[in-house]
Nanobody, 119 residues
Framework: QVQLVESGGGLVQAGGSLRLSCAAS????????MNWYRQAPGKQRELVAG???????NYGDSVKGRFTISRDNAKNTVHLQMNSLLPEDTAVYYC?????????????WGQGTLVTVSS
């Protein structure tokens, strides 16, 4: 069994910062890519940022220059540092991992953590 557990969400004023973390646990043999997605009320889920096992990163256009994704391969964790937050960043943020575990490959998701940015 594999679990992704997010933490770090909450309420922050516009212009503030938050740091999200996601820890993967279970019978994991390797993690290829780790991503953060978000879904705002009434909108589709969108990719916020992703990072490969080699450290390559990509970001959604709306967060470039404000958010930074990082990972600790030894601890199977991924972080999202969010600076200069805007009210439109309000959403449920989901951690996602493309990984291999004891019975095969898996596209795993966390339960989500709510980020609310007040104006």
């Amino acid at each position: 069994q594999v679990q992704l557990v997010e933490s770090g969400g909450g309420l922050v004023q516009a212009g503030g910062s938050l740091r999200l973390s996601c820890a993967a646990s279970g019978s994991i043999s390797s993690i290829k890519a780790m991503n953060w997605y978000r879904q705002a009320p009434g909108k589709q889920r969108e990719l916020v940022a992703g990072i490969t096992s080699g450290g390559g990163t990509n970001y959604g256009d709306s967060v470039k220059g404000r958010f930074t994704i990082s990972r600790d391969n030894a601890k199977n964790t991924v972080h999202l540092q969010m600076n200069s937050l805007l009210p439109e960043d309000t959403a449920v943020y989901y951690c996602n991992a493309h990984l291999n575990y004891n019975v095969g490959a898996l596209d795993a998701w966390g339960q989500g953590t709510l980020v609310t940015v007040s104006s």
